[in-house]
Nanobody, 115 residues
Framework: QVQLVESGGGLVQAGGSLRLSCVVS????????MGWYRQAPGKQRELVAR???????NYADSVKGRFTISRDNAKNTVYLQMGSLKPEDTAVYYC?????????WGQGTQVTVSS
Protein backbone atom coordinates (compact mmCIF):
# COMPACT_ATOMS: atom_id res chain seq x y z
CA GLN A 1 0.00 0.00 0.00
CA VAL A 2 1.47 3.30 -1.19
CA GLN A 3 -0.33 6.65 -1.25
CA LEU A 4 0.66 10.03 -2.67
CA VAL A 5 -1.15 13.15 -1.46
CA GLU A 6 -0.59 16.55 -3.08
CA SER A 7 -1.28 19.87 -1.39
CA GLY A 8 -0.66 23.58 -1.94
CA GLY A 9 -2.72 24.23 -5.06
CA GLY A 10 -5.02 27.20 -5.38
CA LEU A 11 -5.70 30.51 -7.09
CA VAL A 12 -2.84 32.96 -7.59
CA GLN A 13 -2.32 36.13 -9.61
CA ALA A 14 0.06 36.24 -12.57
CA GLY A 15 3.59 36.90 -11.38
CA GLY A 16 2.93 35.28 -8.03
CA SER A 17 4.35 32.17 -6.39
CA LEU A 18 3.00 28.87 -5.11
CA ARG A 19 4.59 25.84 -3.45
CA LEU A 20 3.22 22.35 -4.03
CA SER A 21 3.98 19.42 -1.72
CA CYS A 22 3.54 15.69 -2.19
CA VAL A 23 3.86 13.23 0.70
CA VAL A 24 4.40 9.52 0.05
CA SER A 25 3.11 7.14 2.72
CA UNK A 26 2.51 3.43 3.20
CA UNK A 27 4.85 0.52 2.67
CA UNK A 28 7.93 2.43 1.59
CA UNK A 29 11.29 0.76 1.37
CA UNK A 30 13.01 2.97 -1.19
CA UNK A 31 11.74 5.84 -3.33
CA UNK A 32 13.58 6.21 -6.60
CA UNK A 33 12.67 9.04 -8.98
CA MET A 34 9.91 11.54 -8.18
CA GLY A 35 8.22 14.02 -10.46
CA TRP A 36 5.53 16.58 -11.16
CA TYR A 37 3.23 16.47 -14.19
CA ARG A 38 0.37 18.73 -15.24
CA GLN A 39 -2.70 18.49 -17.44
CA ALA A 40 -4.83 21.33 -18.75
CA PRO A 41 -8.36 20.72 -20.10
CA GLY A 42 -8.24 19.23 -23.59
CA LYS A 43 -4.48 18.70 -23.47
CA GLN A 44 -2.21 15.73 -22.79
CA ARG A 45 -0.48 15.28 -19.46
CA GLU A 46 3.06 16.64 -19.64
CA LEU A 47 6.18 16.40 -17.53
CA VAL A 48 6.92 19.55 -15.54
CA ALA A 49 9.93 18.48 -13.46
CA ARG A 50 11.66 15.30 -12.35
CA UNK A 51 14.23 14.55 -9.64
CA UNK A 52 16.28 11.38 -9.30
CA UNK A 53 17.21 9.56 -6.12
CA UNK A 54 20.64 11.18 -6.38
CA UNK A 55 19.21 14.69 -6.73
CA UNK A 56 19.59 15.20 -10.47
CA UNK A 57 16.81 17.27 -12.03
CA ASN A 58 15.06 17.80 -15.36
CA TYR A 59 12.60 20.56 -16.28
CA ALA A 60 10.27 21.29 -19.14
CA ASP A 61 11.59 24.17 -21.23
CA SER A 62 8.44 26.16 -20.47
CA VAL A 63 9.16 26.24 -16.71
CA LYS A 64 12.95 26.21 -16.60
CA GLY A 65 14.24 29.14 -14.57
CA ARG A 66 10.87 29.68 -12.88
CA PHE A 67 10.14 26.36 -11.11
CA THR A 68 12.33 24.37 -8.72
CA ILE A 69 11.83 20.73 -7.73
CA SER A 70 13.32 19.38 -4.50
CA ARG A 71 12.91 16.41 -2.18
CA ASP A 72 13.25 15.63 1.50
CA ASN A 73 14.04 11.94 1.78
CA ALA A 74 13.60 11.89 5.57
CA LYS A 75 10.01 13.11 5.13
CA ASN A 76 9.26 11.13 1.94
CA THR A 77 8.21 14.41 0.36
CA VAL A 78 8.77 16.13 -2.98
CA TYR A 79 8.16 19.85 -3.53
CA LEU A 80 7.58 22.10 -6.51
CA GLN A 81 8.33 25.77 -5.92
CA MET A 82 6.62 27.78 -8.67
CA GLY A 83 7.50 31.41 -9.28
CA SER A 84 6.69 34.05 -11.89
CA LEU A 85 3.46 32.19 -12.60
CA LYS A 86 1.67 32.72 -15.90
CA PRO A 87 -1.93 31.99 -16.94
CA GLU A 88 -0.50 29.26 -19.20
CA ASP A 89 0.57 27.38 -16.04
CA THR A 90 -3.08 26.77 -15.13
CA ALA A 91 -3.62 23.00 -14.88
CA VAL A 92 -4.13 20.08 -12.54
CA TYR A 93 -0.73 19.15 -11.15
CA TYR A 94 0.02 15.50 -10.36
CA CYS A 95 2.83 14.02 -8.28
CA UNK A 96 4.35 10.64 -9.03
CA UNK A 97 6.96 8.42 -7.44
CA UNK A 98 8.74 5.19 -8.25
CA UNK A 99 8.62 2.95 -5.18
CA UNK A 100 10.42 -0.33 -5.63
CA UNK A 101 9.51 -1.47 -9.14
CA UNK A 102 6.16 0.37 -9.36
CA UNK A 103 5.06 3.90 -10.26
CA UNK A 104 2.36 5.60 -8.18
CA TRP A 105 0.30 8.74 -8.83
CA GLY A 106 -1.45 11.24 -6.61
CA GLN A 107 -4.99 12.53 -7.17
CA GLY A 108 -3.84 15.94 -8.37
CA THR A 109 -4.19 19.50 -7.15
CA GLN A 110 -5.66 22.41 -9.14
CA VAL A 111 -3.48 25.44 -9.86
CA THR A 112 -5.20 28.45 -11.40
CA VAL A 113 -3.27 31.57 -12.42
CA SER A 114 -5.35 34.67 -13.11
CA SER A 115 -4.30 37.54 -15.36
Amino acid sequence: QVQLVESGGGLVQAGGSLRLSCVVSGNIFRINAMGWYRQAPGKQRELVARISSGGGTNYADSVKGRFTISRDNAKNTVYLQMGSLKPEDTAVYYCNAVVGLSTFWGQGTQVTVSS
